[in-house]
């Protein structure tokens, strides 16, 4: 897994590429938490170059929105792959995550 964080005209983006599993996830889980200490808010999350995702993964990410939630702050993840993408809408996260497209979408909302 790589992560790359980019501070994108204003906005703070994690770039996710490779597998979130249950080996890589505490290392996301660090550079998440960081950010919601600093109260990074919007957080964009892009997953378009994710392969594959755990539920150590899933949690990682629960955890960093519940963090956020607790100073007000919004995690828009974008670009998510399909495969991905049916991950959490099967375990209905699609409900609890702010879920864009597109990253212009994801700002314009």
Do not use: W
């Not at 702050?73 to 995550?97: N, Q, Y």
């Amino acid at each position: 897994m790589k992560i790359e964080i980019a501070d994108n005209k204003g906005m703070r983006v994690i770039a996710i590429s490779g597998d979130i599993d249950m080996y890589t996830s505490p290392e996301l889980r660090k550079e998440l938490m960081h950010l919601v200490q600093k109260k990074i808010t919007p957080l964009y999350v892009d997953f378009r170059g994710v392969s594959y995702i755990d539920s150590s993964g899933i949690a990682t990410f629960v955890e960093g929105l519940k963090g956020m939630m607790g100073y007000g702050g919004k995690m828009k993840l974008v670009c998510i792959p399909e495969r991905i993408m049916e991950i959490f809408s099967f375990a209905k996260l699609d409900k609890v995550f702010e879920i864009h497209g597109t990253m212009s979408d994801a700002v314009n909302s």
